[in-house]
């Protein structure tokens, strides 16, 4: 299974873009990267996901650089709310379990 | 409405007993999971099923037994215990195949093993 590398943890400014980075270096050709959120103790919540083009939605954009082997998730205009633990993982295709990693803990400040 | 539900949302049991945690969903996805959390961790993978008696193993599956022998229920069962086990429960489906194949999970169940 395709391992992640996150950073424990980063700030942002309320307002700014928040840049968060993943590594998966041993990605397989048919997996998928997702990014899923983690408020308090909630359960985790779908944000995005993608193959090999970068994509966007409501809640943020997806980076995926051509050699697959690192992407970045884009909150492009964070609020208080953003604060949260953003976990990415990588599956889907031939290996439909989803490893969850440590993930970030993101801090929007005020 | 729709959704997955499990239950109960807090459980406190003693060493040696046997506990079930359950798990529902109305949204007929093939794809089920477990996984577990805790304090101050990310979440690691049980067990997962395919489909209807189907299961395997994920990350740290002993000590927990699956089964599924309805599509809409995956139920989750300690049969001994441990203070170890004490953590938070987190259910998830998934429907795959589509082109939003996304988890969906569960409030989680709060165990305590005392």
């Known amino acids: 299974d395709a391992k992640t590398t996150q950073p424990p943890s980063m700030d942002c400014a309320e307002g700014r873009a928040a840049n968060l980075p993943c590594n998966h270096s041993?990605?397989?050709?048919?997996?998928?990267v997702y990014w899923y959120r983690q408020i308090h103790s909630q359960g985790p919540q779908y944000i995005i996901h993608g193959l090999k083009n970068n994509e966007t939605n409501e809640m943020a954009s997806l980076i995926i650089t051509e050699d697959r082997k690192s992407s970045t998730l884009i909150l492009p205009h964070a609020t208080l709310r953003d604060t949260a633990v953003y976990y990415c993982i990588v599956g889907g295709g031939a290996t439909n379990k989803l490893i969850f990693g440590t993930g970030t803990l993101l801090a929007v400040q005020p | 409405d729709a959704g997955i539900t499990q239950s109960p949302r807090y459980k406190i049991t003693e060493t040696g007993r046997q506990v079930t945690l359950m798990c529902h969903q109305t949204w007929s996805h093939s794809y089920m999971f477990w996984y577990r959390q805790d304090l101050g961790h990310g979440l690691r993978l049980i067990y997962y099923?395919?489909?209807?008696?189907?299961?395997d193993k994920g990350e740290v599956p002993d000590g927990y037994v699956v089964s599924r022998s309805k599509t809409e229920n995956f139920p989750l069962t300690l049969e001994s215990a441990t203070r170890s086990q004490t953590s938070v429960y987190f259910c998830a489906s998934r429907l795959v195949g589509s082109t939003n194949e996304k988890l969906f999970f569960g409030s989680g169940t709060q165990l305590s093993v005392l």
């Open positions: 099923s395919a489909a209807a008696d189907i299961t």
């Open positions: 041993t990605i397989s050709g048919n997996e998928y």
